[in-house]
C-alpha cells in the first residue's frame, strides 16, 4: 500500500501493489489494509514476515500524500501486528519513511509501532 503520486514515480512491479489517493484517511486506509493483508500473508506461504512500519502515512508528514492521525497509525499497527500473530509466522519490525516538521514528531510516531508490539507480546 502506498500512495499512488508518491515517490518514486516510476515503481518496481510487485504481485500486489495498492495505490492509494492523496489525502487518504484512516477509515478508508484501515478497510483497504483489512481487505487485503490476510490475503496477501495467506498466498505468500512465507516462512517469515518483514514488516516496513513506514510512518509517512502520518497527516502532516513533508512527503508522504497521505493523511492518517495518530489513533490511525496506533489502529494500523495493532490490525498488522494481531493479524500476522494469528499466522504464527515469526514477524521483523523494521523503522520506514517519515519525514515529520520535527525530529521528535518523527519519534513519537515511529514509538507507536513498539507500544504496541509491546501490548501484543504482554497478552
Known amino acids: 500500500m502506498h500512495g499512488a503520486k508518491n515517490y518514486p514515480a516510476t515503481r518496481q512491479r510487485s504481485t500486489l501493489d495498492i495505490e492509494l489517493v492523496d489525502g487518504t484517511g484512516d477509515d478508508a486506509y484501515l478497510e ?7 490475503r496477501a500473508l495467506r ?13 509517512d502515512v502520518a497527516a502532516g508528514d ?4 497521505l493523511a492518517l492521525s495518530d489513533a490511525g497509525v496506533r489502529a494500523r499497527e495493532r490490525y498488522v501486528l ?9 514477524l521483523v519490525i ?3 519513511g517519515g519525514y515529520a516538521p520535527s525530529p521528535q514528531r518523527t519519534v ?3 514509538a507507536i509501532v513498539f507500544e504496541e508490539a509491546l501490548r501484543a507480546v504482554a497478552r
Do not use: K
Open 108 to 110: 513519537e510516531l515511529h
Open 62 to 65: 513533508r512527503y508522504g500524500r
Open 94 to 96: 523494521t523503522l520506514a
Open 32 to 38: 483497504v489494509l483489512q481487505e487485503h493483508l490476510p
Open 43 to 55: 498466498e505468500a506461504r512465507a516462512d517469515l514476515v518483514f514488516y516496513l512500519a513506514g510512518v
Open 82 to 90: 494481531d493479524t500476522v500473530s494469528r499466522t504464527g509466522l515469526p
